[in-house]
């Protein structure tokens, strides 16, 4: 959704009008990864209800995104709901920093009952290193 350059609301009202062949879909020339913050023990039995404390001390830049999945807010607290907790994303040009942005926010964020697969992005890095 980052690099998408063309206005979602035009996209979805000409997809309800029929007329989405018709739409002209443009993407902004960088790069995007995503890693998803898991709650510990998913995809198999996992605890709900748990408290993400640190999501307002995370600044994020123009390029930086956290995107709720499995979270809730109770009485002014943001709480885990689901197996896929938070989906953090950036966009930019070189992928091992894009991936480093991301691990970096992820780490601030210092949720212990989460987790996060540690490979996600180092295949399309080696493959753009060795061209």
């Known amino acids: 959704m980052p690099r998408l350059k063309t206005d979602l609301i035009k996209i979805i009202n000409n997809a309800l009008a029929n007329k989405l062949k018709k739409t002209k879909i443009t993407w902004k020339n960088n790069n ?13 039995s996992y605890k ?12 994020l830049s123009n390029n930086e ?16 709901n689901g197996g896929r907790v938070l989906s953090v994303t950036a966009i930019g040009k070189d992928l091992s920093k894009i991936r480093h942005k991301i691990i970096k926010i992820i780490k601030k964020l210092n949720w212990r009952a989460g987790f996060y697969r540690k490979d996600i992005g180092w295949k399309i890095i080696k493959k753009n290193e060795n061209n």
């Open 32 to 44: 995007s990864m995503t890693i998803v913050l898991c709650s510990k023990g998913y995809p198999g």
């Open 48 to 59: 709900k209800n748990l408290h993400i404390r640190n999501i307002n001390k995370v600044k």
């Open 65 to 80: 995104f956290i995107y709720h999945a499995g979270t809730k807010f109770v009485n002014r607290k943001l709480l885990s």
